[in-house]
């Protein structure tokens, strides 16, 4: 990276084995409430949470999206197997030990996978990413 500036961070947690939370619609709203405000964020108005896939039992879950300030938080929620994909993308910078905080707190998985990026359009090309163009 060039002067070591960044566009933002963007950190991807897949859960599995969560608690039942992940299938009520007020638990989800308070979890992303009480994210936006452990890692210093500033929501956009208030989250769509909407019920998909109903006519799939593999596939129902909730999906989030939260518009903040600097970015947004989206995620999906799979009742049939409790897992959990969650994205936080901020130009601002946060605590991702925060972000695992409020996820234990509320959603208690029993495994997480993390994966932190810094997007940067014109930066080096490195694992993850290919270039494509």
Known sequence: ?????????????DMGG???????KENIRAFVAELVDAID?????EPIIEHFATHSQEAAG???VQLIETSAIS???SDHNRDVYLDV????????????QVVDKHF?????YILSLEREAKQP??????QLR
């Open 18 to 24: 969560c608690n039942e939370n992940i299938s009520r």
């Open 108 to 112: 208690a998985p029993k495994s997480i």
């Open 89 to 100: 993308f901020s130009c601002k910078s946060f605590d991702r030990n925060r972000v695992v």
């Open 125 to 130: 090309v490195q694992p993850p990413f290919t």
């Open 75 to 77: 995620a999906h929620f």
């Open 62 to 64: 909730y999906s989030l």
């Open 1 to 13: 990276m060039q002067n070591n500036v960044v566009w933002g961070q963007h950190l991807i947690l």
């Open 41 to 45: 964020m500033v929501a956009y108005g």
